[in-house]
């Protein structure tokens, strides 16, 4: 344990002044905080989980923070694991739940590069020192269920009640230290409909240029909370207001200032929002092919202009989209091969004629691929009578899906439609959610 004698005292606030019970805390936190205690570490509920509390919305999780070392944490739990390079962490499991658990940190020592962000911060320090090493106010108050009071070393519990975003220290250090900051200021003001506190703001769009040096990865883990936060339209938003935007998804100002592509977006945003709100699964996959489609409708059809067939350039298209990704977001495979298939499966969806349709059906991604065409139909992209047809071909019995097909003769009579004439103007075109709704 450290020596905590010489730190700053904080603020103490009472059950009378919080409200927070020891009920709302998950039995797992608990647990872990007790065990922690009756082996004479300090331990309390951190972060966004006392925030959460004192805004009367439940927590997704609660973490802890100690001053029990990581190692001494690990050996204290037999379902636990070590995590992390950057910061050491444990993941300490009770059934379904997982409780993440940190050792305070101090309030220097750190590797950091070039650009001041933190490399790694294996330091340890005292409850005060890792107070001021959290990164904004909301998410620095501490919770000590054995007495249930909540202490506040920088005046998060009134930032709180004043909805405030504001960072802790000098936040251009602050945001050097790790530029990732800046995506989470904007995504909890706008999660949590908070405000950002004038200097936090102040040196964002100087700044915004360091999110570059942000390995991929992370920027991919970042980018993830945000667009599932539920409330990924705001976020969005509040990213363009603050200049944040670019180099996260290129030409995002080009594909939301195109009226089309806006009501596309705007809808694709709106429905997962409502679908996260509601409890409801969504997919991460369908979300980044509804965030890139307009990208690469742009590049199909450029392909299609330098006389490329028309499947080909889609494929390419898709193959050039996601290389442009690929360096700033690190779009995992899995979900890269999944938003392939729903935008390939877009020109193949308005083959409603033999077999094709019944194939289709048995496609693994059809669903989605439905919804995803279903999407565009609604915000005026695709034809609304194709999305009708293949709603209600799903639900018809095998003798009125025969008399609802086009007959192969009459597809072959038709002249073949090219995306792009030579004179470059682009007929309409069709092309995509893998669980419903996202």
């Not at 590797?111 to 990164?135: F, K, M, P």
């Not at 800046?182 to 360091?210: C, H, N, Q, S, Y």
């Not at 709100?277 to 330098?306: C, D, M, Y």
């Not at 009578?385 to 293949?390: H, T």
């Amino acid at each position: 344990m450290f020596n905590m004698g010489a730190e700053p005292a904080p603020r103490i606030y009472g059950r009378d002044k919080h409200g927070i019970a020891r009920g709302s805390i998950s039995h797992g936190a608990l647990k872990v905080c007790e065990i922690l205690r009756t082996h004479k570490h300090s331990a309390y509920i951190v972060g966004g989980a006392v925030r959460d509390l004192l805004l009367g919305v439940v927590p997704k999780d609660f973490d802890v923070a100690t001053d029990a070392h990581p190692e001494e944490i690990h050996r204290l739990f037999r379902r636990s694991h070590l995590i992390g390079r950057r910061f050491k962490l444990v993941h300490v499991l009770f059934g379904p739940e997982t409780v993440e658990v940190s050792t305070f940190r101090a309030g220097e020592g750190g590797e950091a590069d070039e650009h001041g962000r933190l490399l790694r911060d294996n330091v340890y320090g005292t409850r005060a020192q890792d107070a001021a090493r959290r990164d904004f106010t909301a998410n620095a108050l501490y919770y000590d269920p054995h007495d249930e009071t909540v202490l506040d070393y920088h005046g998060g519990f009134a930032d709180v009640r004043r909805k405030t975003m504001r960072i802790i220290g000098d936040p251009r250090l602050r945001f050097r230290e790790d530029p990732v900051r800046m995506l989470r200021v904007v995504r909890f003001a706008a999660k949590l409909g908070f405000g950002i506190d004038p200097k936090t703001r102040a040196p964002i769009r100087e700044l915004a240029d360091l999110i570059e040096n942000v390995p991929a990865a992370r920027l991919f883990e970042e980018m993830l909370k945000l667009l599932l936060s539920g409330h990924a339209a705001a976020c969005l938003a509040q990213l363009r207001k603050e200049g944040l935007h670019h180099g996260l998804l290129p030409l995002l100002d080009v594909i939301v200032e195109q009226p089309q592509g806006e009501r596309f977006l705007r809808l694709a945003l709106d429905q997962t929002d409502t679908r996260i709100q509601i409890g409801k699964s969504v997919s991460p996959a369908f979300l980044f092919a509804a965030l890139l489609w307009h990208e690469v409708l742009t590049a199909w059809r450029n392909n299609e202009g330098k006389d490329m067939r028309s499947i080909p350039a889609l494929y390419l298209a898709m193959d050039q989209v996601l290389d442009a990704q690929t360096d700033k977001l690190s779009i995992p495979r899995r979900l890269t091969t999944t938003m392939k298939e729903i935008w390939a499966l877009q020109p193949r969806l308005e083959q409603r004629s033999g077999k094709r349709a019944f194939v289709l059906l048995t496609h693994p991604r059809f669903r989605a691929g439905y919804d995803f065409m279903l999407l565009r139909a609604e915000s005026g992209e695709a034809p609304m009578e194709l999305a009708n047809w293949w709603a209600r071909f799903q639900d018809a019995e095998l003798e009125e899906r025969n008399a609802m097909l086009i007959p192969d003769s009459a597809a072959k009579k038709r002249p073949r439609r090219r995306r792009r004439s030579k004179t470059g103007d682009a007929p309409e075109q069709a092309p995509a959610q893998d669980e419903p709704g996202n």
